[in-house]
């Protein structure tokens, strides 16, 4: 592995032409754009795998690459995902399949660790300088680059870069430079995901079970939260194996004080309900497999950027004139209060990201990819889907490239000239 040389002591500063801040779905294909793009580019992930939430968290079906009968989001995301379908003999989807009715059967599954080392391998190959266990602790703007103080195993170092990319899945670094942000109090739910076994759903007694839980919530033994929604026992957790059930509410896990809450709160969840099911007659055997071991986080910030996607907009389908990508995902908001609020596309919608929508309005050398990117929180419940930060992590890694190599600011580089870079590595790119 390439490691960028640091001295804690004497804070040597090394030039990148591009600094990416966070290795999720987004970040992995900025970098990766970035590098194969010619320019010196490094990748700072405070965890020790790449992937974000779709590793760590395990979170590892991933939406939505096709849309009523055809492909609309390609590029090093997919590039990515197949190869890792290819390494374990899993099918491609059908891309001819129009109906999106049941949207989640269009989700690619894929096996996360071996995800995470196809990963490392295209970084590797394409130079990009990964430094796993590092987190940005200070950006400022210094002779028109970004000066980075990061934070690694061995104590502070220092790097600068022409163009830093916002990958945190936080906006962290947006925030960190004075950009604006959007925050929802409180933010939807956060689950902690993992796979049940040892039971045959069909030989329980589901109306004991949630008899029993109802009695378990009233004394105070578990969470109503801990199988989903609502008061009563979500049987769907043991008929869909786990999986995506729980909910952690109330915590904006944005920053480390509330992403310690939500870790602690997530696991806790997971033990009282494990705790709670291997009692019941059927499930003494259970056994619960994790893909990941993060609490998955669904909002926390977005940024404000030049432009903002609205729910009108998205559901329209509209085609933005500087569109980039393209998007698909039906609304998806976790309330609390309300339940699940799922609006699914009109036939033939295939909604689009503009490229304004990633840079932080008002700043400079700075952009921002995946589920941070400039939109009112509904359309985010549709575009933090991970296609989606794929593809904007890729379009932000072009332009992040394009302006280091020109010289000229962000907002200066031709359109033309990022479209034509992205079809050159395979994305699809809406006209
Ligand atoms: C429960 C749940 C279910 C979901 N279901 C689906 C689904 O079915 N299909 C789908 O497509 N999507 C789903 N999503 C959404 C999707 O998984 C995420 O929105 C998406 O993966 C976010 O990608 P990202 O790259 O923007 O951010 P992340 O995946 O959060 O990656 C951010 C990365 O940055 C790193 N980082 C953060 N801060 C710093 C820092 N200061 N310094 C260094 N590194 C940092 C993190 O460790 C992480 O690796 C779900 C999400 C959740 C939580």
């Given at each position: 592995m390439t490691a960028i040389s640091r001295d804690s002591r004497n804070m040597s500063t090394e030039f990148f032409d591009v600094a990416v801040i966070g290795a999720g779905a987004a970040g992995i294909c900025a970098a990766l754009q970035a590098a194969r793009t010619g320019v010196r580019t490094c990748l700072i992930e405070?965890?020790?795998?790449?992937?974000?939430t779709t590793t760590a968290a395990g979170i590892?079906?991933?939406?939505?690459?096709?849309?009523w009968g055809k492909q609309v989001i390609a590029g090093i995301g997919w590039e990515l995902v197949r190869e890792t379908l290819e390494i374990c003999g899993h099918p491609l989807p059908?891309?001819?399949?129009?109906?999106?009715?049941?949207?989640?059967?269009?989700e690619v599954k894929i096996d996360p660790v071996i995800f995470a080392a196809v990963v490392d391998r295209a970084l590797l190959d394409a130079g990009v300088e990964i430094q796993y266990h590092t987190m940005l602790g200070d950006i400022v703007l210094e002779d028109d680059n970004r000066r980075l103080t990061l934070c690694g195993k061995d104590g502070l170092y220092r790097i600068k870069a022409k163009n830093t990319i916002d990958c945190t899945g936080d906006a962290n670094v947006v925030k960190m430079a004075g950009g604006e942000c959007r925050e929802s109090f409180p933010c939807q739910p956060g689950t902690f995901s993992y796979y049940a076994a040892g039971?045959?759903?069909?030989?329980?007694?589901i109306e004991a079970i949630s008899a029993a839980y109802a009695a378990a919530v009233a004394a105070g033994?578990?969470?109503?939260e801990d199988t989903g929604w609502g008061n009563a026992f979500n049987p769907h957790v043991l008929f869909s194996h786990g999986?995506?059930?729980n909910h952690i509410s109330g915590?904006?896990?944005?920053d480390s004080a509330g992403r310690t809450r939500i870790e602690i709160a997530g696991r806790a969840s997971v033990l009282r309900l494990y705790r709670f099911l291997r009692r019941q007659p059927g499930l003494e055997n259970l056994e619960l497999h994790f893909d990941g071991c993060e609490c998955g986080v669904r909002e926390t910030r977005t940024i404000v950027g030049d432009t903002t996607v609205t729910v009108a907009d998205y559901t329209a389908g509209k085609r933005y004139p500087d569109a980039i990508c393209n998007a698909f995902y039906p609304i998806d908001l976790h309330d609390e209060k309300v339940g699940l609020d799922k609006r699914d596309l009109a036939p033939g919608t295939v909604p689009t990201v503009p490229l304004s929508a990633l840079l932080p309005h008002r700043t400079r050398r700075l952009l921002a990819a995946g589920r941070?990117?400039?939109?009112?929180r509904l359309a985010n419940s549709a575009l933090r889907v991970q296609a989606v930060c794929m593809a904007t992590g890729q379009a932000a890694g072009a332009l992040a490239a394009l302006s280091a190599k020109s010289g000229a600011p962000l907002r200066e580089v031709p359109l033309a000239e990022v479209r034509a870079l992205l079809k050159a590595h395979g994305a699809i790119v809406p006209e």
């Open positions: 405070k965890n020790g795998i790449p992937g974000g590892s079906s991933l939406g939505i690459f096709n849309a059908d891309f001819t399949n129009p109906d999106m009715s049941r949207h989640w059967m269009h039971y045959d759903p069909e030989k329980l007694d033994e578990l969470s109503n999986n995506n059930s915590i904006n896990a944005a941070i990117l400039s939109s009112d």
